[in-house]
């Protein structure tokens, strides 16, 4: 049996989209890696990296490059209340995310308690391919995972759009 291929980079999983890239993100605190020394600056004194920064140098020209091509790149938060200094750090940075074309909406954990959820977040392009963001207990970063399997690109597509349509716009949601 031939082992499994490694998972689409970001950018090539955005460079094959059509119609939409849908984000779907579950968790409260991520280890921040190479966002360290932005996020110790965030909690030291509120600073955020401007636009222009090595800090979004490689993910906002891809995702502006993206929706130029028509393609809807939709991100979807499901947090705790009261949020995380992390989530609060991610909210203070939404708005780079938003000016290059991402649609960012939360949604409160406890609202989302009905959904059919999966038990990662993840990537789906245009309804046919799922890469799984994998995390360890503590926050880190594995080797992400991919699939094309029906029944997982339903249970995304079904469960990113359950999110979408409860959670608020990130210009309305308030810490």
Not at 15 to 20: F, G, I, Q, V, Y
Not at 56 to 63: A, D, E, N, T
Not at 96 to 104: C, I, K, P, T, Y
Request: hydrophobic share 40%; net charge negative.
């Amino acid at each position: 049996m031939q082992p499994k291929p490694p998972a689409p980079s970001f950018e090539d999983l955005l460079d094959s989209a059509r119609r939409h890239a849908l984000h779907l993100e579950l968790r409260d605190v991520y280890a921040v890696g190479e966002e360290q020394q932005v996020y110790d600056a965030y909690l030291r004194d509120g600073s955020v990296p401007a636009d222009d920064s090595p800090f979004w140098s490689g993910w906002l020209p891809l995702v502006e490059r993206t929706v130029a091509r028509g393609v809807a790149v939709r991100r979807a938060r499901i947090v705790s209340e009261p949020v995380t200094d992390y989530i609060r750090f991610e909210h203070a940075i939404t708005h780079a995310n938003e000016r290059a074309g991402e649609q960012v909406r939360w949604l409160p954990r406890r609202r989302a308690s009905t959904l059919a959820l999966p038990g990662n977040d993840f990537w789906l392009i245009d309804d046919r391919i799922v890469r799984w963001n994998l995390f360890s207990g503590d926050g880190q970063a594995l080797k992400p995972d991919h699939t094309e399997d029906a029944d997982a690109v339903k249970l995304c597509t079904e469960a990113f759009h359950a999110v979408w349509d409860l959670a608020t716009p990130h210009a309305d949601y308030r810490l």
